[in-house]
């Protein structure tokens, strides 16, 4: 019998890419391996290899290395370890490009400004910045050329080169370099032998553009890690051991499954494990989307992270570090990041035609002007001007002065933006997933009705909250807060709580007890056929009754719920305008979702899901050919925020959400989810038309350079035209409401 191997998984860290091509090249190379299943994720920088038979770690690395990139073992690093800051080394560039080119700018633009010798100094200044700080641009167009690939790094480097490299033979073999020489400033169309053409400003002022572009985008690009980061973040840091019958206190690492440990009122549980005394309730909303928190007694399980809202207890240890819930989701996070397809950048998409087009249009320019006799060096100055002018450096303020308008513009109306790629998807989205709890509803508990019988509604209400204010139960804390609201509240004496049941005590000379059906029967006191049907009532709706008895009598009904927003019904009015079909996807029961769902206009829902169940819808959806966005708050949401194509995280709720999101809504508003999308669809609508502009002020010119008519200035004023006209249309954005 033949036994099917089963296959080892390891992640690698990628470096070196510059596009989504680079990342689908690493995937192709590694899958031709015999027994490797790879995926590489450009936006994350890493790749999730399965491998199987003879294969090593080494080898993959190996495969990535030969093919251009570099590639690393996952480093065993803290996790709380702050990563490097990714935009260092290209913001140290783009300020050394700046201080250097903007003298080369000024005086080839100036006349008055030009000295003798000025186009030496020019040269000395201008050198820097086109070897070391364009540097990133020359290496990504050696690796893409080596794999037949042109990208918008190939388009700078082929740009940049030629106007540095003409302007060397200018000075070194040309007229341009004997002293006195003066760039006139001249808009004129005539022919020349380009020996006294210098294009230093071009080559230092498209580096410095593209540069200042680049830096943008990156310090705008989510870090991949912080969702992570913020998952774990969220672990209690120390724990209370039981050790010989005596409570130690010590750090969480030093926790081993089997370990007796206390959880006081108001501290979150270390780890996974089982109650062995005690009896409570837990808030586990963050993993379970449940509104209501979970009563526990002796033998029931708990869940690290969440908190313990009531009494004392003492649990053993099940599982600790990587096995607990709170680890598993933190890999459910990296997992759907990992599976997240990153859109090729619409800049390298167009570059990748547009590149073969402009060589293929020099070559044929030096062809044209040889054959026609002009002479080698007329025929190669026309050629270089094509190359020259072909490179736009608006290209590469295209993207991001958008997004810095748009995202600014954003921050205005509370929406966050995190970074180009997420504007590819909101473009598509058809199917919008809305968690229900601390998204659509509020997440905390509220009074919503008192059902009583033969007593004043008022009076009810006052006594049950002199009652429920000496608890600190959330739903105790919701009737007591709405009782507070209504007039002062009596004192209370003689007060006994059960965990999990009710509580009791002595107001105003009446023995008064308020809590579950079970409590009060327990006592001896039945309901009323009028509080049954109203207890029924709301429980089938999916709310908490509460009943409240004095003297031995049931008097009163309290219906306790999560309350939907007052926004909720009016954004999914919104998102069904924008063509989106909403879905009501939460961990609560079937009951409450479908009474929410009713509320607000939603006709799917999906209920009673666990966080994997929850990515797994989502991935579900996709399959159906649908293009979903997800709406969360909560931890429980963030592995499914980070699959879907297009997350939107509440900004009230978690910073786990927030971090595996790609939008942010500051406010706890839903409606503001339509805003984000009706402004990330502008936002893209505006990036496509700066990168047309940005290709037509260049390709308008690219007549005159074929035709050998161009001049320094004509390319200068491209370069500049082009760039106002990209950053003006950005700035139109401003005006979105």
């Known amino acids: 019998m033949t036994t099917i191997e089963k296959p080892q998984r390891i992640e690698l860290a990628i470096g070196g890419m510059t596009c989504a091509s680079c990342a689908s090249r690493i995937e192709r190379k590694l899958n031709k391996v015999d027994g490797v299943t790879a995926t590489v994720n450009y936006a994350t920088e890493k790749a999730s290899v399965d491998y199987t038979g003879d294969v090593t770690a080494e080898d993959l690395v190996g495969v990535v290395e030969a093919a251009g990139y570099q590639a690393s073992l996952p480093a065993a690093a803290a996790p709380s370890a702050e990563p490097e800051d990714p ?46 700080a364009a540097w990133p641009f020359h290496r990504a167009a050696w690796t893409n050329l080596r794999h037949g690939a042109a990208t918008m790094d190939t388009l700078i480097s082929l740009g940049v080169g030629a106007a540095f490299l003409w302007s060397l033979y200018a000075l070194f073999l040309g007229t341009a370099g004997v002293p006195g020489m003066r760039h006139g400033f001249e808009l004129t169309i005539e022919r020349s032998s380009g020996s006294d053409n210098l294009y230093l400003e071009v080559a230092a002022g498209v580096t410095t553009f593209i540069l200042a572009g680049r830096y943008f985008e ?68 963050m993993l379970t989307g449940e509104s209501v928190p979970v009563e526990v007694t002796a033998g029931d ?75 080698a060096t007329a025929a190669f100055t026309a050629a270089v001007a094509v190359l020259i002018i072909a490179c736009p450096c608006a290209l590469g303020l295209a993207t991001p002065t958008a997004l810095l308008v748009g995202t600014g513009r954003g921050a205005q109306l509370g929406i966050l933006i995190k970074g180009p790629e997420v504007l590819e998807s909101t473009r598509r989205v058809d ?42 139960h959330p739903i105790a804390q919701a009737i007591a807060g709405a009782a507070r609201a209504a007039g002062d509240l009596p004192a209370v ?86 063509g989106l079909t909403p879905v009501l996807l939460t961990g609560d029961n079937e009951a409450a979702a479908r009474a929410v769902a009713a509320e607000v206009g939603i006709e799917d829902v999906i ?99 074929a035709l050998g008519l161009l001049n320094p200035m004509i390319a200068g004023a491209a370069m500049a035209f082009s760039s106002v006209f990209v950053v003006g249309n950005s700035l139109r954005l401003r005006r979105f409401h």
């Open 87 to 132: 935009t260092r080394p290209l913001r140290q560039r783009l300020i050394a490009a700046a201080v250097l080119a903007v003298p080369v700018i000024v005086l080839a633009m100036v006349p008055a400004l030009q000295f003798t010798n000025w186009q030496w100094a020019s040269l000395t200044l201008a050198t820097p910045v086109v070897t070391w």
């Open 218 to 285: 990156a310090r705008a690009k989510r870090r991949s890690g912080a969702a992570l980061r913020a998952l774990l973040e969220l672990g209690a840091k120390d724990v209370s051991v039981l050790r010989d019958g005596r409570e130690e206190r010590v750090g969480i690492e030093q926790l081993r499954a089997g370990d007796l440990f206390v959880v006081r009122p108001g501290e979150k549980i270390a780890t996974d494990g089982v109650v062995t005394e005690g009896g409570s309730a837990v808030d586990a909303s």
């Open 301 to 375: 399980s708990v869940t690290g992270a969440t908190v313990n809202v009531g009494g004392r207890l003492v649990v053993r240890a099940s599982r600790v570090g990587a096995d607990t819930q709170l680890a598993q989701m933190a890999k459910l996070v990296e997992e759907a990041q990992n599976g997240k397809a990153s859109a090729q950048r619409l800049a390298d998409r167009i570059a990748g035609v547009f590149v073969p087009v402009v060589i293929a249009l020099a070559a044929g320019t030096l062809s044209f002007w040889l054959g026609a006799g002009a002479g």
């Open 431 to 472: 199917t919008v997933v809305l968690d229900k709890t601390g998204t659509v509803t509020t997440g905390r508990m509220s009074l919503l009705d008192v059902h009583v019988s033969g007593i004043e509604r008022a009076e009810a209400l006052r006594l049950a909250g002199a009652v429920e204010e000496a608890s600190g």
């Open 493 to 578: 004496t003689e007060f006994r709580g059960t965990e999990g049941l009710g509580v009791a005590g002595i107001v105003e000379g009446k023995a008064v007890l308020v809590g579950r059906v079970a409590f009060l029967e327990d006592w001896g006191v039945h309901l009323d056929a009028a509080l049954r049907a109203a207890q029924t009532t709301a429980e089938s709706r999916g709310r908490t009754p509460v009943v409240v008895a004095w003297d031995g009598v049931a008097r009163a009904v309290l219906v306790v719920a999560d309350t939907v927003k007052p926004t909720s019904a009016e954004a999914i009015r919104r998102l069904r305008g924008l």
């Open 607 to 705: 209920a009673e899901v666990m966080p994997r169940d929850k990515v797994d819808v989502v991935a579900r959806l996709q399959k159906e050919g649908r293009v979903v966005a997800m709406v969360g708050d909560g931890v429980n949401d963030a592995a499914a925020l980070a699959r879907a194509d297009l997350g939107v995280a509440m900004g009230t709720g978690t910073d786990a959400a927030i971090e595996a999101a790609d939008l942010t809504l500051v406010g706890g508003d839903l409606r503001t989810s339509a805003d984000a999308i009706r402004l990330s669809r502008r936002t893209l609508a505006t990036i496509k038309g700066n990168l047309f502009w940005a290709f037509a002020y260049n390709l308008a010119a690219l007549p005159l350079a």
